[in-house]
């Protein structure tokens, strides 16, 4: 589980439009989003994650060349199901790239957001995505078949698909200062909504 000081935001944090972007590129959230939306549990999203085929991620957060396994672990407390998507940084450690929070309400509503780490994607980032019909993962997590996820991987120990590759580097165009530009989505629930700072 992620420590309270990891989880906890930090006002004073400000980051670049290329940072954010860098982040993006490294690990698309909307993508994390669309997966999680496909999968039909926890271990079956995990490893959609890592993947070698769809190279979802290109964290390399220890800095060892390698693109680092991201793990899923979980966290229930009462009706909400937090979902930790972290890098095996070291054999001991784990840092949180993002994190899914699944909550059903009185109603039996469900709502997904997924929430860039702070640290990473800067304050404020979340995506909410806006499924045409319930997920298979959101209906397994109140199913009779539930069973609180333990990932069993760690550094050095992964699942017989997964095969540490090289992290991609991208080129960066040599150009001058860039202005990304950012639209406010309309409120549609067929869309999905991108909250950024």
């Not at 000081?5 to 006002?11: A, F, G, N, P, Y």
């Not at 680092?68 to 229930?76: A, N, R, S």
């Not at 993002?98 to 800067?122: F, M, R």
Request: charged share 30%; aromatic share 10%.
């Amino acid at each position: 589980m992620p420590d309270s000081q990891e989880m906890k935001l930090s006002e004073e944090n400000t980051f670049s439009d290329e940072e954010i972007i860098e982040a993006e590129e490294n690990l698309n959230l909307e993508e994390v989003a669309q997966i999680f939306g496909e999968s039909s549990d926890l271990e079956d999203f995990e490893k959609r994650l890592n993947d070698p085929e769809s190279k979802i991620s290109n964290f390399d957060l220890n800095g060892d060349g390698e693109v680092d396994y991201l793990k899923v672990v979980e966290k229930v407390e009462g009706d909400t199901r937090t979902v930790y998507v972290q890098a095996t940084v070291t054999e001991n450690k784990n840092k949180t790239v993002a994190s899914i929070v699944v909550v059903k309400d009185s109603n039996n509503e469900v709502n997904v957001k997924v929430v860039g780490d702070e640290a990473l994607y800067g304050s404020n980032y979340i995506i909410i995505p806006a499924y045409m019909r319930v997920p298979t993962v959101v209906i397994w997590f109140w199913g009779p078949r539930y069973s609180v996820w333990v990932s069993p991987y760690r550094l050095g120990y992964y699942p017989s698909y997964f095969r540490p590759r090289a992290v991609f580097i991208r080129p960066r165009p040599a150009v001058g200062k860039t202005t990304v530009i950012r639209t406010s989505p309309r409120p549609v629930r067929k869309r999905t909504v991108i909250i950024r700072n």
